[in-house]
C-alpha cells in the first residue's frame, strides 16, 4: 500500500513509529499538533504545549499521551515562560532541546490581504510574533523552528516590517538563523502548501539546513521542487482508503450545482466566456482560484484552507466536500489520528496544520545540526 507517514519500517500502514532521540520539545501555538508529530517522528519529545483552542487542544491530549502535562489553554500572552519549563518538565537550569510553533498568521494571511487593515498590519495577532521571540529569549532552547505563511516575507507596508523586526529580535535573543519558502509538495506531501520555516540555534553553534526537495511538479506558471520523483498525487494519496458518507459533505450554497460539470482540476473559469463556456455564468478572474475548485486525482490537492466558504474548495472530484479521512491523507496525518469537535472545527484544526511529513524533513535538519 502507499505509505506517506512511516519515519521506519512499521507494523501497519498509515502509523507512526516514534522513536525520542534529541530531547524534550516545547511547543507553542500547537494547534492539532502537525508541527509537534513531525517532531515526533524526528526523535523529540514534545513535554509541553500551549493552545488556547479547546478543540485543538483536547486532539493534542487525545494524540500526545507524553505530554508532562496537560496541554496549557491560556493566551500565550499571559504565560510567564518559567510556567512552560514547567509544564514541560524542567526543573532549575534544565532548558529544552528545542521550541516549536506557528503564531497565528491573520495580519499577514494572502487571502485576506486585500484588506486595507490587513495590508497596514493593524491586527493584534502579529504581537504574537513577539510572544515568540520572548519565549525563546528566556527558555534558550539548543534550537528553534518558527513556521508562519509565506506571505510574512512579502515587500510591503504590513509583511515586511513584521519580518524584519522578528529577525532583529531573533538575534537580539542571541540566536543565528536561516529562512526559507517550502512548499509541502515538493517534500512529498499530496498538496501544493507553500509555508515560511525559520530555523536556529545559539550564535556559535551549527546553524541549521533547510530540506532540500525530494520531488517536483508544476505549481501555479512554473515547475516546484527538485529531485527525482513527481509529486505525490491526490489520487496515490487517497487511493484504497474507504470512508464513510457525512451530513455536511454535500455541497450547498448559491452555487453549489454548478459543481458537478466541472472538470477535475478546474474551478468557478469553466464557467468563462474566456474558455469558451455556450452559457457564462462568471466574468475572468472574478473571484478567487479557490471558487469551485475540484481536485484532480492526477496532480497533488491545491491548498485546503481552514475556514472556506460555502463554494470554496478544494472538493473531491466525486462533487463532494472532502471527508475527513481525506484530509488526513492530504495532509499526511496517520490514518489512526484522531481529531475533536464538530465537523467545522475539525477542518479548522487540519487547515491550520503543519502536514506532519513536512515538518519531520524540517526537525530533521535541525535534530543533525545539533547532533
Known amino acids: 500500500m502507499f505509505d506517506l507517514w512511516s519515519t521506519q519500517e512499521a507494523s501497519e500502514p498509515g502509523r507512526i513509529e516514534r522513536v525520542t532521540v534529541h530531547g524534550v520539545a516545547i511547543s507553542l501555538f500547537s494547534g492539532a499538533g502537525g508541527l509537534d508529530l513531525g517532531a515526533e517522528q524526528a526523535g523529540f519529545h ?6 488556547i483552542n479547546d478543540d485543538a487542544a483536547d486532539t493534542m491530549e487525545k494524540n500526545f499521551p507524553g505530554l508532562a502535562s496537560p496541554v496549557v489553554r491560556q493566551s500565550i500572552l499571559d504565560i510567564p515562560t518559567k510556567e512552560l519549563l514547567r509544564a514541560a518538565g524542567l526543573k532549575g537550569r534544565e532548558r529544552p532541546e528545542l521550541l516549536i510553533g506557528g503564531p497565528p498568521c491573520t495580519p499577514f494571511s494572502k487571502s485576506g490581504f486585500w484588506l486595507e487593515w490587513k495590508r497596514e498590519g493593524l491586527d493584534p495577532d502579529a504581537s504574537l510574533l513577539q510572544c515568540y521571540t520572548r519565549v525563546l529569549a528566556e527558555a534558550r532552547p539548543r534550537a528553534f523552528i518558527l513556521e508562519n505563511v509565506y506571505a510574512l516575507t512579502y515587500r510591503n507596508k504590513a509583511s515586511r516590517p513584521a519580518f524584519q523586526r522578528l529577525l532583529q529580535e531573533v538575534d537580539e535573543a542571541g540566536y543565528h538563523c536561516q529562512w526559507k519558502v517550502l512548499n509541502a509538495a515538493d517534500h512529498g506531501v499530496p498538496q501544493l502548501r507553500p509555508r515560511l520555516f525559520v530555523v536556529g540555534t545559539p550564535k556559535g553553534t551549527p546553524l541549521p539546513d533547510l530540506p532540500e526537495a525530494t520531488h517536483s511538479g508544476q505549481w501555479e506558471r512554473r515547475t516546484s521542487g527538485g529531485g527525482g520523483r513527481p509529486h505525490v498525487t491526490a489520487g496515490e494519496a487517497l487511493a484504497g482508503l474507504v470512508t464513510a458518507s457525512e451530513p455536511e459533505e454535500t455541497v450547498r450554497g448559491r452555487w453549489g450545482h454548478l459543481l458537478a460539470d466541472i472538470p477535475p482540476g478546474e474551478n468557478y473559469l469553466f464557467y468563462t466566456a474566456e474558455r469558451g463556456h455556450p452559457d457564462p455564468v462568471f466574468e475572468w478572474r472574478s473571484r478567487y482560484w479557490s471558487f469551485l475548485l475540484k481536485l484532480s486525482p492526477d496532480r497533488p490537492s491545491p491548498t485546503i484552507q481552514a475556514q472556506p466558504g460555502p463554494n470554496v474548495g478544494p472538493f473531491h472530484w ?32 487540519v487547515g491550520n496544520a503543519v502536514p506532519p511529513l513536512l515538518a519531520r524533513h524540517v526537525v530533521g535538519c535541525v535534530a543533525q545540526a545539533i547532533g
Do not use: C, I, M, Y
Request: hydrophobic letters at 40%.
Open 46 to 51: 514534545t513535554a509541553a504545549a500551549v493552545e
Open 318 to 349: 466525486e462533487n463532494r466536500r472532502l471527508r475527513v479521512p481525506e484530509l488526513r491523507r492530504l495532509f499526511t496525518f496517520p490514518d489512526d489520528f484522531s481529531f475533536v469537535g464538530r465537523r467545522a472545527s475539525v477542518q479548522a484544526q
